[in-house]
Antibody
Framework: EVQLQESGPGLVKPSQSLSLTCSVT????????WGWIRKFPGNKMEWMGYINYSGSTSYNPSLKSRISITRDTSKNQFFLQLNSVTTEDTATYYC????????????WGQGVMVTVSS | DIQMTQSPSLLSASVGDRVTLNCKASQNIYKNLAWYQQKLGEAPKLLIY???SLQTGIPSRFSGSGSGTDFTLTISSLQPEDVATYFCQQYYSGWTFGGGTKLELK
């Protein structure tokens, strides 16, 4: 069974970088598409970006200058880095899999809550 | 961007009730819509894709309908384990999500 698990610091200071890891078991990240989605307080959700089977990436234009998604295929992990964070980046961050783009996400991690605060 | 609006935001129902949740798109998305269930502290679970296709392993009491701009998720007979937040997502153009409907037991 495909399983995804997010990890990373729960607290980040304003202006610093947010870095999260998504560890995938049961499926190779060298297939399909692997995305990051976040849910803000109040439940608004936003697609942030994805990395695909070949390592190509696509980002939400609203984040394009601040976001980077990379991967380590030897560990079957992919990563999110969001630079210059503000309090508005406080959210629960999810990683998820899609079999094509744009499409639905068939497997999700349970999410990691990140608070941006000094 | 395509906006997705869900109603109601909160729904109280009794075990055995037929429950209907709504999702409206700001423009035609054809059948490019998914529904998810999220229980507190758990990963979102895909219920329905392509507006009406039931994901493998999901109980048949869940069903989806609609096309274009108006969509519905129906639970034919509410069970206690269905208490959760449900959200819709369009994938016709990029990805956008509804604000969710919280379903609770009356």
């Amino acid at each position: 069974e495909v399983q995804l698990q997010e990890s990373g610091p729960g607290l980040v200071k304003p202006s610093q970088s947010l870095s999260l890891t998504c560890s995938v078991t049961g499926y190779s990240i060298t297939s399909n598409y692997w995305g990051w989605i976040r849910k803000f307080p109040g439940n608004k959700m936003e697609w942030m970006g994805y990395i695909n089977y070949s390592g190509s990436t696509s980002y939400n234009p609203s984040l394009k200058s601040r976001i980077s998604i990379t991967r380590d295929t030897s560990k079957n992990q992919f990563f999110l880095q969001l630079n210059s964070v503000t309090t508005e980046d406080t959210a629960t961050y999810y990683c998820a899999r899609s079999t094509r783009v744009p499409y639905y996400f068939d497997y999700w991690g349970q999410g990691v809550m990140v608070t941006v605060s000094s | 961007d395509i906006q997705m609006t869900q109603s109601p935001s909160l729904l109280s129902a009794s075990v055995g009730d037929r429950v209907t949740l709504n999702c409206k798109a700001s423009q035609n998305i054809y059948k490019n819509l998914a529904w998810y269930q999220q229980k507190l502290g758990e990963a979102p679970k895909l219920l329905i894709y392509n507006a009406k296709s039931l994901q493998t392993g999901i109980p048949s009491r869940f069903s989806g309908s609609g096309s274009g701009t108006d969509f519905t998720l129906t639970i034919s007979s509410l069970q206690p384990e269905d208490v959760a937040t449900y959200f819709c997502q369009q994938y016709y153009s990029g990805w956008t999500f509804g604000g969710g409907t919280k379903l609770e037991l009356k």
